[in-house]
């Protein structure tokens, strides 16, 4: 088959999936005939284990180094990432992936680049275990939280057990992330109604960013998250990354370059971009998916149309008042950042 045919029919299917997209995104689509919903409000939970997570999400102690933290790599004043092209792990070792961001989390369809995690819970434990993030042990964490009265005392009064595994502690984590939502971002304000919120500018960028067929895996409450897509549709992109994407999940060659679309929520603080980090800014972003997804080449004026609706899906960020940590004791053991 002509390859020329072949990626132009790509690119069509594209545009066609976003038409079909338009038509189909669910209850809030029909309400506003948008393929994009407004971030909802997070769901009900338990305050005390929101309490017990934020302590747990900001505690270093849970790494080897005592220095490493889960807001090292999203960080929650940085729109939930560390805006590197590839996170900083143990050891000052050099990530393999660029970190994605936590706010909204919750609305993604998995966990990770490659979707290996399928939720939240199931997401958290893993930088505590890996040689080259946290580089720690769950036994070690544990032994480090229960030589902590503080901490002892606290899991026991939130999960009303003396038990403490690494099911309290993911679940408390998890309670915490699922919290840090961004709403009311001036595209939101949009959604419901208030049609000063963007300027001429900002919807006509909009309506390029529909057209064009970007809302095929950017759609939905997150813009994203909520599918796999292959990096490189009509273009090979390339890449120096050794990230297979979802192939290392489900061991399919097919699943090749196959990652989680990102969402575009907060896109404007979530830099550099991609799953290496390639893109450091948003018109380069902008500029390649148009060029190895969609097979478009968007004109200077276009892609800064496009950019000034990206800029409005900045939400308000989450307002967190740093925890105090309970203190160590004689027993807990030390870290060790050097080895």
């Known amino acids: 088959m002509d390859i020329m045919k072949t990626t132009k029919s790509l690119a069509w299917a594209l545009r066609a999936v976003a ?27 338990n305050p005390a284990a929101v309490e017990l997570g934020k302590k747990l999400f900001f505690d ?29 792990g143990h050891n000052w070792q050099q990530g393999p992936i660029n ?18 995690a399928a939720d939240l819970k199931a997401q958290a434990g893993g930088p505590i275990a890996n040689p080259g993030e946290m580089a720690f042990t769950h036994e070690l964490a544990l032994e480090t939280l229960k030589s902590i009265p503080g901490y002892v005392e606290e899991f026991k009064q939130v999960f009303k057990t003396d038990q403490l595994t690494i099911d309290e502690v993911t679940t408390a984590i998890a309670a915490f992330e699922e919290t840090l939502v961004t709403p009311n971002a001036r595209f939101d304000q949009w959604l419901d109604g208030d049609k000063k919120a963007l300027t001429k500018d900002e919807l006509a960028g909009y309506q390029l960013f529909k057209d064009s067929g970007c809302v095929a895996c950017h759609n939905g409450p997150n813009l994203g998250g909520n599918s796999f897509q292959k990096m490189g549709v009509v273009q090979a992109y390339k890449t120096a990354s050794t990230a297979e994407g979802r ?52 004109s200077k004026n276009e892609n800064a149309k496009i950019v000034a609706f990206l800029k409005t899906l900045t939400g308000q960020q989450p307002q967190i008042a740093l925890p105090i940590m309970p203190p160590s004791t004689d027993k807990t053991p030390k870290p060790r950042p050097f080895n």
């Open 19 to 45: 038409v079909a997209a338009l038509m189909t995104t669910g209850s809030a689509m029909a309400q506003n005939q948008e393929p994009v919903s407004p971030v909802p409000a997070p769901k009900a939970v």
């Open 247 to 298: 192939k290392g999940v489900t061991g399919k060659d097919a699943d090749r370059l196959n990652f989680k679309v990102p969402t575009l929520r907060n896109i404007e603080l979530t830099y550099p971009y991609f799953h290496d980090g390639a893109a450091e800014t948003m018109t380069q972003a902008v500029d390649l998916m148009g060029r190895l997804q969609l097979g478009r080449e968007f």
């Open 99 to 116: 970190s994605p961001t936590v706010l909204n989390s919750r609305l993604n369809l998995a966990q990770f680049w490659d979707g290996r």
């Open 60 to 88: 270093p102690r849970l790494s080897k180094s005592g220095f490493i933290s889960c807001n090292s790599c999203h960080n929650l004043s940085m729109g939930g990432t560390d805006n590197l092209k590839t996170s900083i």
